[in-house]
Each structure stands twice: as C-alpha cells, then as structure tokens.
C-alpha cells in the first residue's frame, strides 16, 4: 500500500506509552521498553520502504535520568544490545545513524558504539536516523547561546551578526530541513522537552495508541493525516490555494 503525497520531509517522534503498554498486558516494564525497539524496527522498515529521507526519534529526555534507577540502568542496556545487533542490517538498508543530545553523560562504551555506528553508516544515501539521547531542547539553546558567546568573544563574528539562521546553525539538526511532521503516541499532548525552536512550524500529530502498538498501518494512517495539512505559514487558505495553481 502506498500513502498520499505529499510525503514528510522530516519526521519527529516522541515514542511514549511503553510502561503502561507494559502495565496494561501485565509485564514489567522492560518488556514494554524491548517491546517498544521492536515497533521503531517496522517503522523503520516502512520508512525505508517509502523512500522517506529522515527521521528523529526521542530514546531518552535529559528528564529521564529521575527514573528508577533499575529502569535507567535497563534502558541504556538496551541501547547497547539493540545498536550492537542492528547497526549492520541499519547499513546494508542504506540507513544513516545520527545521535543527538549531550552524550558526554553516557558511558565510553556507549559512546564508542554510537561513534563507530556513525561512521560506518556516514556515507549511506537512504533514510537518516537521527537517535535522541539525553536530549533536551533547552539544553539545545542553551549550547547553541554558548557557542555564539564563544564566537562573539574571540572575534569571530560581531554582535550583528547574530540572527535566526545562525541560531539555527548551532542547534542540533542544523543541516536538516525542519521538522515537517511530529507524532507522539501514548495520549500526552505535550512536548517534553523535545525539539522546542525546531517544531516552530511542525504538524503535530498526537494518538493515543501506545507505542508498542503503533505499527504500520496506524504508522500510514500519521501520514495520510500529514498529506492532507495545509501548511499555511501565516497565510491565509486563498494564498496557498493561488500558489499551487500558480
Ligand atoms: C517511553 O515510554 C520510553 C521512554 C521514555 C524511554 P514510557 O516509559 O514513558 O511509558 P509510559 O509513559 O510510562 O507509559
Ligand atoms: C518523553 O517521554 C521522552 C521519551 C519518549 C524518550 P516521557 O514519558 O518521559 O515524557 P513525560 O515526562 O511524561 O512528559
Ligand atoms: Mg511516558
């Protein structure tokens, strides 16, 4: 089955509900975290299968580290087992992994792994993953606001030369086109912390599916919903419309 056009350029998710799809089938929440790398893997398919060019997901909040530290622990495990046993399919379906996030917190092993996974996939031309990880969008705005002070400081730039692109520049996900489309599964309908300059002008998609449950079809069913936005940008319908007939 094929989807309407026009296709998103660029898909955010935030991948929320495991616990309670955990809770709800009677398992413990690790099932529901395992559970829940399973639905980003057919996802993922699917992407690929529809030529889609990226796609950013939330793994783990700056926030997260309040959690139990048993579900912490067991979080960053799965990271680990799950970049380890799928970074090769990642590359052969031409996928490039890219992470996110203040990753100086993790451990060197982690690390290592997401640097060589990064590298080993840096010249595939298919899908872009990007992998959120100890993410924060103020913590963005923040390191963005420091490395301008930086510039301005050692003379690289002047004060004028401060501006939206150049904010932008700094951010994570600089060279990326913006995000067309958000989803966020699970029923809350907030932002978490996640991507905040960046969704500026995002479709924002909430369902109350939990991810574990979010498969392929409720997957299309986002981007029908997508194909069908008008995406005015402060103009009004008649302008849009006057546009595409242009
Ligand atoms: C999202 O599911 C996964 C992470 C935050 C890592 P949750 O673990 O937040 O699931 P709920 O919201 O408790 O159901
Ligand atoms: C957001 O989910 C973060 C990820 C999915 C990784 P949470 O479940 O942590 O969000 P809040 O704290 O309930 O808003
Ligand atoms: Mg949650």
Redesign the pocket.
Known sequence: MNIKSPKPEHIVII???????A?KNDLP?TK??KS?VKTLRNLIERAVQLELTMITVY???RE?WQRPRKEVDL?IDLFITSLQSEVHDLHKNNIKLNFIGELTKFSDTLRKSMKESELLTYNNSGLTLNVALNYSGRWDIHQALLSIINEVQSKKITIDEINEKLINSKLSLAENHEPDLFIRT?G?KRISNYLLWQLAYTEMYFTDI??PDFDIDQFDLALDWFAKRQRRFGKTSAQIENDQNA
């Open positions: 991948m929320d509900g495991n616990g309670r799809w809770e929440r529901g975290h829940g793994a783990f909040s997260n979080l699970g809350e939990l991810w």
